[in-house]
């Protein structure tokens, strides 16, 4: 029988850090730290997480100016704006919702944020910083929450062979790169691996981030494993992991549950990234 790795917990103390350093930073400056969060077009699940993310400032004590543009914004609107932004002095964190509708280049827009004012960690010079293992780079928020749920279970991450399902831009590749700066053994696994089984069972830390409910099934995890489930899967009956928590609880050592798992630590750790941001 495993432990369940609370997230919701391990958040909490993230946030009120981030709230102590916050009310310090206002004391000092004699303004609150800002974040300034972006939403074009009106996708329900990104208002959820523009909702909680605003919340989650509230909390901590940190302003947050919400920016909603029409679904028809220009890319070079948008690109305009973002440069506003980044010369606001009351602004120390930048987050544009994504996705962007088709018509907008992310990475276009990405760019365009300043890499000190990028509270998601996603500007190439801050995704360059951490491949090239320099520590002054914004750590992109649900990487940065992994490896804090991970040292939260008290299983060291040095030596071990962690194994990470999924390569995306946002996930896979960030947390494989962090975990091989804590001296794990990486292997990254995709679409194209063959015999997943054959690498996830030899997992002694394995991070899924997949998209697919219920895709790792407890036939596939090692005895013992801290099993960390990145996956959000919504249909009409709820919301699922990757990984099959009811069965796979029994074979894991320490196990996140969907919800409550990564979801809490993303955004506690973008209220930490920007407060981070304002005190450097
Ligand atoms: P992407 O769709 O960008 O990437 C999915 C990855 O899974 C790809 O690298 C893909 O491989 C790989 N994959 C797909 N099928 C298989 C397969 N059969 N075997 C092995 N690998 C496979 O997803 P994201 O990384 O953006 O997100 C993953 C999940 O995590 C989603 O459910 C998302 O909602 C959730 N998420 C949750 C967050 C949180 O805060 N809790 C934050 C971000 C994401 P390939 O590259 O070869 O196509």
């Known amino acids: ?25 206002e004391r000092a400056n004699g303004r609150k730290i800002g974040l300034a969060v972006v939403r074009v077009g009106d996708d329900p699940a990104s208002c959820i997480y ?50 962007l509708p088709k018509h907008i280049d ?17 500007n190439a ?18 990487p940065r929450g992994i490896i804090e749920l991970i040292r939260s279970t008290g299983v060291s991450i040095a030596g071990k062979h962690a194994v990470v399902v999924g390569r995306s831009n946002i996930v896979g590749k960030p947390i494989a790169a962090l975990l091989l700066n804590n001296d794990a053994t990486v292997t ?26 219920h895709f790792i099934t407890a036939d596939m995890i090692k005895r013992g494993a801290v099993v960390i489930d990145v996956g959000m899967n919504r249909d009409e009956t709820g919301l699922y992991g990757d ?17 409550g798992g990564v979801g809490p630590m993303t955004v506690a750790m973008l209220i930490s990234n920007t407060v981070d941001g304002a005190c450097k």
């Open 50 to 99: 523009v909702r909680n993310k605003i919340k989650a400032c509230e909390q901590c004590g940190v302003a947050s100016y919400t920016h909603v543009f029409d679904e028809k914004t220009t890319q070079a609107e948008l690109i305009d704006f973002l440069g506003k932004l980044n010369a606001d002095a009351n602004v120390d964190g930048i987050l544009v919702q994504l996705p």
């Open 125 to 142: 010079v801050n995704a360059g910083k951490l491949f090239l293992g320099e520590r002054d780079g914004v750590v992109a928020c649900t």
């Open 243 to 259: 990984v099959d928590y009811e069965n796979a609880k029994d074979v894991a050592g320490h196990i996140t549950p969907v919800p």
């Open 1 to 25: 029988m495993s432990e369940m790795i609370d997230g919701k917990a391990v958040a909490a103390r993230v946030k009120e850090a981030a709230r102590i350093r916050a009310v310090e930073f």
């Open 188 to 213: 990254v696994c995709h679409s194209k691996t063959q015999d997943l089984r054959e690498y996830t069972l030899s997992a002694d830390i394995l991070v899924v981030a997949v998209g697919k409910k």
């Open 106 to 122: 992310e990475r276009a827009c990405i760019a365009a944020i300043s890499p000190q004012k990028d509270a998601d960690g996603f």
